[in-house]
């Protein structure tokens, strides 16, 4: 059943109409640099995305074998930065291009300052027909970020979202496997409809749509998942693809969690802690589900490659993968997001356009995602904005240089939090990542705790160096270089 028959949003005919209306902005002057031999732009973005849920980033026993064959075809990122670790100010820093205090926004709560500009109104300016499918997950006053939006099913639409479902299946969670960590959060289940009414199939039916009834080339296509955010319930048969003691990630002990900060072992694990809260075995069954629905996220991808290719339109498209941060499962004492933990700052970044940038190329040095519209911008030769942060990728991937940042950053102000518990006695929280150190702390000192941890030596995180007297003089140099971020920015 195609998008237009199914989604309640919007008709074939409305949809025609409303890309009509797009394209006649289009109507040339002589300044005009529509190019009709310019690559399209497949974007894929999905949401909450570990790295180590992909085969390609060096999980072995991950099932992702057509994120994968894109990494064959392009370049890996290995270590690319969110600028934070919630979704809203994650998405709007990378599609301005600026750092999320530089646009005002550094939680799911708030609002982006006036004329923060959304650097994908560049491609539409310049000819591409400029569409978003899926999540959406930022505005920008007085700016359309996308000419044509195509809304996500997963909430109130044909995808029956899981929430609805637990709801309309109350009482039958064991049945269905639920497990849950505060009440509203579920992170292990089983999905209870057939996987094309998950909604990352039908985000990706309606996409494979717009591939296949496109009214004009260059196109600049997002297709934007929600899959795998919480609630994590993978449909058959991703559901039991994983044996959850099969899958090697740590557990925490209690000498870890007694040096971790103040602010995670209190406020953060009221939120979405699991130690004391569930059990061991129920951790694993998450980890289990979660690695199921990115298996279900990677044969959606599949599907949406495969058109692409049956429409020859591989060759002269640039395809992106991206998400806008991951999460915990468990490490740590702690689930979901809100902290600065490598499974959750990294995430996936894949660029491929056969024949233009080389295939099978692994970048170490680490990047942020605020680099990836100044990215492509320059891949299409349209000139760079003015006053943004981010900076082009094309010099690593050319190989004209191996560093373009000695240091990334992360924030996320817990004050403007939507959940009122985690705004008392909090603030704005930074993290400035090095090749060796990564230092988070409140830059406002509105809480005196913190934590350090030396990458290299203690690549899992597990001992917090924050309050050790040996290491006041490091925290002082990071802290000066924060300080002068913020004046830059």
């Known amino acids: 059943m195609s998008f237009f028959e199914t989604n309640k949003y919007v008709t074939r005919r409305e949809f025609l109409q409303k890309s009509t209306v797009v394209g006649a902005s289009f109507i040339l002057s002589e300044n005009s640099k529509i190019m009709r031999n310019s690559p399209n732009i497949l974007w894929i973005m999905t949401d909450d995305q570990r790295v180590d849920s992909l085969h390609c980033y060096g999980s072995s026993w991950a099932k992702s074998p057509n994120v994968d064959a894109l990494a064959v075809s392009g370049v890996l990122f290995r270590n690319a930065i969110s600028q934070s670790p919630v979704c809203a100010p994650s998405r709007t820093s990378m599609l301005s291009g600026k750092y999320c205090r530089s646009v005002g926004l550094m939680a799911n709560r708030g609002k982006v300052k006036e004329g923060t500009y959304p650097l994908t109104r560049k491609f539409s300016e310049n000819g591409y027909q400029l569409t978003n499918i899926g999540k959406l997950g930022s505005s920008m006053p007085g700016y359309k970020i996308f000419d044509n939006t195509i809304d996500s099913p997963g909430y109130g639409g044909p995808a029956a979202s899981p929430f609805e479902l637990i709801n309309e ?101 009221q939120f979405s802690g699991s130690a004391g809260r569930i059990t061991n075995k129920e951790v694993k069954k998450a980890w289990a589900s979660y690695y199921g629905l990115t298996a279900s996220v990677d044969h959606q991808v599949g599907r949406l490659l495969e058109v692409m290719k049956k ?109 009122p518990f985690l705004t008392e006695g909090t603030g704005r929280r930074v993290m400035i990542r090095t090749e060796e150190w990564k230092l988070i702390y409140f830059v406002d000192k509105t809480n005196p705790d913190g934590a350090l941890y030396n990458l290299q030596e203690d690549p899992g995180e597990v001992k917090n160096l924050y309050y050790s007297p040996k290491y006041k003089e490091i925290i002082k140099k990071l802290e000066a270089i924060v300080t002068d971020w913020n004046a830059s920015t």
């Open 169 to 269: 299946f109350k009482g039958k969670e064991k049945e269905f496997g639920v497990i849950k960590l505060p009440d509203f959060v579920i992170i292990s289940g089983t999905y209870p409809l057939p996987e094309e009414r998950t909604e990352h199939a039908i985000t990706t039916t309606n996409a494979i749509d717009f591939i296949e009834n496109r009214l004009r080339e260059p196109f600049f296509l997002r297709v934007s998942m929600i899959s795998p955010h919480t609630p994590v319930m993978p449909p058959k048969p991703y559901d039991t693809m994983f044996d959850p003691d099969e899958i090697p990630l740590p557990l925490p002990t209690e000498e870890e969690l007694k040096s971790k900060p103040e602010f995670e072992r209190i406020k953060l694990m």
């Open 311 to 419: 429409n020859n339109l591989i060759d002269n498209t640039i395809v992106i993968f991206t998400s806008d941060q991951g999460v915990q499962m468990g490490e740590h004492g702690i689930f979901m997001k809100r902290n600065f933990y490598e499974q959750t700052v990294l995430s996936p970044l894949i660029l491929s356009w056969p024949g233009h940038i080389p295939d099978g190329k692994v970048i170490d040095t680490q990047v942020e995602l605020v680099d990836l519209l100044p990215t492509l911008l320059e891949l299409v030769n349209i000139p760079q904005e003015k006053g943004i942060h981010g900076k082009s990728l094309l010099p690593l991937i050319t190989g004209k240089t191996y560093k373009l940042r000695e240091e990334t950053f992360s924030e996320i102000d817990h004050s403007s939090s939507q959940y």
